[in-house]
């Protein structure tokens, strides 16, 4: 069965410093990966993708993510914060041939001034 | 362009009685999802629809869940005999046919259901 785990339930880091939020995923096959933002009442929205190809993805607001089979993560990274990333990170996996995502329960970033 | 809509933003409806649940997806995309979230939760897959059929609809949890989308379009998930248990946020997302690459989700805001 597909499952993803977002092990921090929220992650606080101060703006200029890099952060990440962690990912990993459980799943048959090689995964599609996504990380989604959800910002206070707006939707969600996608950031990144990894589908096949080089391991480091980049994304929207600077932010990239390193898809590791070994490990099965998927990590969210970004090298300088910004107060205004502070929000709601999601990361989904899909298995090919299927078209069911498997979301994380989310972390909540907060950047602190 | 406009995004994915959904109608209402909110709903309030007593236990037991049904409801209808509206998405309009981006124009030209064929791909359309259902998701439910509850509080301090991620979505949760309901169904997708590749066209006017539903490719997948494992995640509908009972049979009080019915989405349809007659014309590949406009899509309306329904809620038969609703039970506090329903009470959460439907997302509706949208993408272009899931071939190669294809796979952003673009996500409208969302109904909110509250069952009392």
């Known amino acids: 069965a597909q499952s993803v785990a977002q092990p921090e339930d929220q992650v606080n880091v101060a703006e200029g410093n890099p952060l990440t939020v962690k990912c990993t995923y459980s799943?048959?096959?090689?995964?599609?990966l996504f990380w989604y933002v959800q910002y206070p009442n707006r939707g969600l929205q996608f950031l990144l993708k990894y589908i096949t190809g080089d391991n480091l993805v980049k994304g929207s607001y600077g932010f990239e993510a390193e898809f590791n089979k070994s490990q099965t993560s998927f990590h969210l990274k970004k090298p300088s914060a910004l107060v205004s990333d502070s929000a709601l990170y999601f990361c989904?996996?899909?298995?090919?041939?299927?078209?069911?995502?498997?979301f994380g329960t989310g972390t909540r970033l907060k950047v602190l001034a | 362009g406009a995004g994915v809509s959904q109608t209402p933003s909110n709903k309030v409806t007593e236990k037991g009685k049904y409801v209808e649940l509206r998405c309009d997806p981006i124009s030209g995309h064929t791909a359309l999802y259902w998701y439910r979230q509850s509080l301090g939760q991620g979505p949760e897959f309901l169904i997708y629809f590749q066209g006017t059929g539903a490719a997948d609809d494992s995640g509908l949890p009972n049979d009080r869940f019915f989405a349809v989308r007659p014309e590949g379009s406009v899509s309306t998930l329904k809620i038969q005999r609703t039970e506090r248990g329903d009470s959460a946020v439907y997302l509706c997302?949208?993408?272009?046919?899931?071939?190669?690459?294809?796979?952003?989700?673009?996500f409208g805001p969302g109904t909110r259901l509250t069952v009392t």
């Open positions: 989904a996996v899909r298995s090919p041939g299927t078209y069911k995502y498997i």
């Open positions: 997302a949208s993408s272009l046919k899931a071939v190669a690459g294809d796979y952003e989700q673009y």
């Open positions: 799943v048959s096959g090689n995964p599609y």
